[in-house]
T-cell receptor, first 113, second 116 residues
Framework: ETGVTQTPRHLVMGMTNKKSLKCEQH?????MYWYKQSAKKPLELMFV???????ENNSVPSRFSPECPNSSHLFLHLHTLQPEDSALYLC????????????FGNGTRLTVT | AQTVTQSQPEMSVQEAETVTLSCTYD???????LFWYKQPPSRQMILVIR??????QNATENRFSVNFQKAAKSFSLKISDSQLGDTAMYFC?????????????FGKGTKLSVIP
């Protein structure tokens, strides 16, 4: 049982589609993260929200648009993606302190065709 | 910028034996945190163990322990009495110390297979 829930588990979309990934945490944390995990590469931090404010944006293309309506929910809106955006997208949360460990969800496997 | 290197893409170990996964990192920081995460086929990343750089004592968590060598910038993970459920990808990660520091830098991972 994970305290961080991601939906959908799998997503296939065309390059002209618009879709959204959803993440919900039930741990009472105040920071939430999006990571991208591609084959043979280290996990890449995309966005960080702390207390619903974006605090880090690691040069992510504008075709990825995050949204954090409250401290329990995080979305990643996708539009006009490229095939190289196919990857596992992991959501995580933490208590927000600088050394707090991250709690991850099971990820969304995204395939862009 | 920090970098984390895991030089063993794949390893295997017999059930009940001991295995050590290596990790080195590069940083100019003096105070930081190091982590080992496990990612089984379920895909969920799970924290295995954490080490604060200012602590000389190596962290231990049941069958998992680390060998932290600060001067050498080395942070290896030892798994004792390996179990089939330990089969997973293992990621070493680094985080700077300091308020507002959220960047967790990961290595590429080591795929560990425990053989019955």
């Amino acid at each position: 049982e994970t305290g961080v829930t991601q939906t959908p588990r799998h997503l296939v979309m065309g390059m002209t589609n618009k879709k959204s990934l959803k993440c919900e945490q039930h741990l009472g944390h105040n920071a939430m993260y999006w990571y991208k995990q591609s084959a043979k590469k280290p996990l890449e931090l995309m966005f960080v929200y702390s207390l619903e404010e974006r605090v880090e944006n690691n040069s992510v293309p504008s075709r990825f648009s995050p949204e954090c309506p409250n401290s329990s929910h995080l979305f990643l809106h996708l539009h006009t993606l490229q095939p190289e955006d196919s990857a596992l997208y992991l959501c995580a949360s933490s208590q927000g302190a600088d050394h707090s460990p991250l709690h991850f969800g099971n990820g969304t496997r995204l395939t862009v065709t | 910028a920090q970098t984390v290197t895991q030089s063993q893409p794949e390893m295997s170990v017999q059930e009940a034996e001991t295995v050590t996964l290596s990790c080195t990192y590069d940083t100019s920081e003096n105070n930081y945190y190091l982590f080992w995460y496990k990612q089984p086929p379920s895909r969920q990343m799970i924290l295995v163990i954490r080490q604060e750089a200012y602590k000389q004592q190596n962290a231990t968590e049941n069958r998992f322990s680390v060998n932290f060598q600060k001067a050498a910038k080395s942070f290896s993970l030892k798994i004792s009495d390996s179990q089939l459920g330990d089969t997973a990808m293992y990621f070493c990660a680094f985080m700077k110390h300091g308020a507002g520091s959220y960047q967790l830098t990961f290595g590429k991972g080591t795929k560990l297979s425990v053989i019955p």
